[in-house]
């Protein structure tokens, strides 16, 4: 089992910056990928970034290019999210996802941890 522990939202002003983290524990060492999501209420949970741990490549959604970075330490167990240059619609509750195989669905969510943007 891995356990996921996300912190670092809050209210910001459009244009600011925020990091999230999220720490993983239980058994981390079987972690090959993780991940941020995000949800806004009445709509399908959209994914943000993924990080593999291996190789440490990087993808982004549309969306997050040039303005998201992920990263991890794989020494502390933990993945970043810096959000730079922030909008209104980035408003929604992130997630923080982790999975044991390469490919495939993310078996581990953490709880959310709100973002709000203000125009």
């Known amino acids: 089992q891995v356990q996921l522990v996300e912190s670092g939202g809050g209210l910001v002003q459009a244009g600011d910056s925020l990091r999230l983290s999220c720490v993983a524990s239980g058994h981390p060492s079987n972690i090959r990928s993780m991940g941020w999501f995000r949800r806004v209420p009445g709509k399908d949970r959209e994914f943000v970034a993924t990080m593999y741990w291996s190789s440490s490549n990087t993808y982004y959604s549309d969306s997050a290019k040039g303005r998201f970075t992920i990263s991890g330490d794989n020494a502390k167990n933990t993945v970043y999210l810096q959000m730079n240059s922030l909008k209104p619609e980035d408003t929604a509750v992130y997630y923080c996802?982790?999975?044991?195989?390469?490919?495939?669905?993310?078996?581990?969510w953490g709880q959310g941890t709100q973002v709000t943007v203000s125009s």
């Open positions: 996802a982790a999975r044991t195989q390469t490919m495939g669905s993310y078996n581990y």
